[in-house]
C-alpha cells in the first residue's frame, strides 16, 4: 500500500515536471525569434480563432510551429483580443511580438489616390479597384462633389467608406472657402464655384497659374462673353467617361450641347470633373487682373492677353514656332 502510494506521488511528480518543462519550452519558443527571413504580409479574416490564426501563421512562415502561439496568448491573456486585418511581419519576428501586434491591431495602412481633375465615374473606378476595400460604392455623388485627396484605409475597410470621406471633405473645404470668397464674384452659389472650379483643374496644372486663368473665366462672366473652355467641350462628347481618343475638331466646337461654352454663355450645367483645393481656392480669390484670354505655349503654360488683338498675335506667334519645330517634309 506503501509502495503503491509511493509510486503515484512519485508519477504525480513526474507529471507536474513534464508539464512544467512543455511550459516552460513553450515559453521560450513563443518568446524567442521566429523563422521568417524577410517581410512578410498576412491577412487574418474575420472570425478567425488563435487556432485558427496560429495555423495561418505558421502556413505563411510567421511561425515555426502553431502551438506555443496558441500556449502563449493564452498565458500572456492577448488571445481573447487578437484582431483581424493585414499585418506585415519582420524576419525574425517572434510568436509573442505576432501576438502584441495583432492583440493592438497595428494593421498595414494603405492608401488611394483620387486624382484633381478626374471625373467621379474616374474616381469610383478606382476606388473599386483598390486592393482590400470590400463592399460596393453605394449611391454615385454628383459630378463635382468629391474631393481629390489621399486617403488612408486599412484591409476589409468598406469602398462606401472612401467615397463618404472625399464627399464630406469637399462639402467642408467648400463651406470654408465660399465663407472666405473675394467680393462681387459674378458666382451665385457655392455650386456654380465648383463648376467654374472645375475647369480651371482642366486648364492648367501649374500653381502660379490658377488664380490667373481663374481670374480669366471669371473676367469674361462678369462682360457675359462665353468661356470658350475646350474642356466643357471635352465633357460633353464622352461624359466625364474619360479621355478624348482625338482631338478636338472644329466640328465639335460647333456642335450645341449645355456642356459646349463656344455655344452657350455662361456656365456649363454641371462640373466637369472634381476639382482640387488649390483649384476651388484660385476660383474663390481670382487674380487681379483684366486678362480675358490665354493660349497654351507648348510647355504646359499659358500666354495671357488683354485684347483679342493682343491674344491673336500670341496664336500666330504660337504657331510659327510649333511650325518651326516641325522638320519640312521633302
Known sequence: MAAGL????????????????????????????????EPRTVVIPRGSGVKEIARQLWSAGVLAEPYSFQF???????????????????????PQEVAATLAVGRTVVRRVTLAEGL????????????????????????????????????????????VTRSRRAMAELLA????????????????????????????????????????????RLRRNMRLQADPTVVYGITSGK???????????????????????????????????????????????TDELYFVADGTGRHVFARTLAEHNRNVARLREIERARVPSAR
Open 6 to 37: 509511493r509510486n503515484f506521488l512519485l508519477l504525480g511528480v513526474g507529471l507536474i515536471l513534464v508539464a512544467a518543462l512543455v511550459a516552460i519550452l513553450g515559453w521560450t519558443r513563443y518568446t524567442l525569434p521566429g523563422p521568417l527571413n
Open 72 to 94: 502563449g496568448t493564452r498565458v500572456d491573456e492577448t488571445a481573447a483580443r487578437l484582431r483581424p486585418g493585414e499585418y506585415a511581419f519582420a524576419p525574425a519576428v517572434s
Open 242 to 288: 474619360g479621355p478624348m481618343d482625338r482631338p478636338l475638331s472644329r466640328a465639335d466646337l460647333e456642335t450645341p450641347h449645355r456642356w459646349n461654352t463656344y455655344v452657350f454663355e455662361g456656365l456649363p450645367p454641371t462640373p466637369i470633373a472634381n476639382p482640387g483645393r488649390a483649384s476651388l481656392e484660385a476660383t474663390l480669390r481670382p487674380a487681379a
Open 119 to 162: 471625373t467621379t465615374a474616374q474616381m469610383l473606378a478606382i476606388v473599386a479597384g483598390a486592393d482590400g476595400l470590400e463592399g460596393d460604392l453605394g449611391d454615385a455623388p454628383a459630378e463635382g462633389e468629391m474631393l481629390p485627396e489621399t486617403f488612408f484605409y486599412s484591409w476589409g475597410d468598406a469602398r462606401r467608406q472612401i
Open 176 to 219: 470654408d472657402a465660399w465663407a472666405r470668397r473675394a467680393p462681387d464674384l459674378p458666382l451665385r452659389s457655392p455650386a456654380e464655384a465648383v463648376v467654374l472650379a472645375s475647369i480651371v483643374e482642366k486648364e492648367t496644372s501649374i500653381a502660379e497659374e490658377r488664380a490667373r486663368v481663374a481670374a480669366v473665366f471669371i473676367n
